[in-house]
């Protein structure tokens, strides 16, 4: 599980958050430890949630076979085309994981739009900051194509709401589109300016965030 632990240390100290509690605690691998009603569900990662008694209750389901993979081949050490999908899946369930965990204890709520728009800029920024460590000097232009462009929802994995994932990648992919000549100043002069302003918006509330990209845009 190293693989993941460096994810999501990569992750927490872009945001420099600190919740009190890490994925590992909170992981499963094992599908038939999970709630009746979600051991079908598709997909090899799940974050599942509920409220008991006035506490939240988390699990982080992740497929072991991704888990194996991500350790043989760890997007830390080389990030390339054998990996790329796998580092995606698994940077998804941590962002979600952190971004639950951050609100919850702010007691704020999360909707799903935002969590799944944080978890897709999640990707790219943590993306781009493990290409840097082994091209320091190159920008990966084609990433945003890839991510935003290319890629598409599966309705076995959305569960009806496409249109929501659908919103919630186009907004994301607004705010990466913003925050790239931030990105670029880094590979040209490894320049971390970027870094508040990302702060700052993942500590924004769900309607602070979509404000903030449509007030972004609306200056550009």
């Known amino acids: 599980m190293q693989a993941l632990e460096r994810l999501e240390a990569l992750l ?43 506490d939240l209750c988390m699990s982080l389901y992740l497929d072991p076979a991704l888990l194996e993979r991500l350790d043989r081949h760890d997007p830390s050490e080389n990030l390339d085309a054998g990996n790329l999908a796998d580092c995606w899946t698994a940077l998804e369930g941590i962002s979600h994981f952190l971004c639950v965990a951050h609100n919850a204890s702010h007691d704020r709520p999360v909707s799903r739009l ?43 994995l959305a569960a009806g709401h496409e249109s929501l994932y659908r919103r919630a990648s186009r907004q994301a992919a607004r705010f990466c589109t913003r925050l790239e000549p931030g990105l670029r100043a880094l590979c040209r002069r490894d320049d971390r300016g970027w870094l508040p302003h990302l702060r700052r918006f993942y500590r924004l509330s769900d309607h602070g965030k979509l404000r903030h990209i449509e007030q972004a845009c609306a200056a550009s």
């Open 12 to 54: 927490t100290g872009i945001y420099d958050l600190d919740i009190g509690c890490r994925v590992g605690d909170f992981l499963v691998t094992d599908r038939a430890l999970l709630p009746g009603e979600c051991r079908e569900a598709p997909g090899d990662e799940q974050l599942f949630v509920a409220a008991e008694g006035g």
């Open 114 to 156: 935002a969590l799944e728009m944080q978890a897709e800029i999640d990707k790219y920024v943590a993306c781009i900051a493990l290409l840097h460590r082994h091209s320091p000097r190159r920008f990966p232009a084609e990433l945003h194509a890839l991510l935003f462009r290319r890629s598409r929802v599966d309705p076995a």
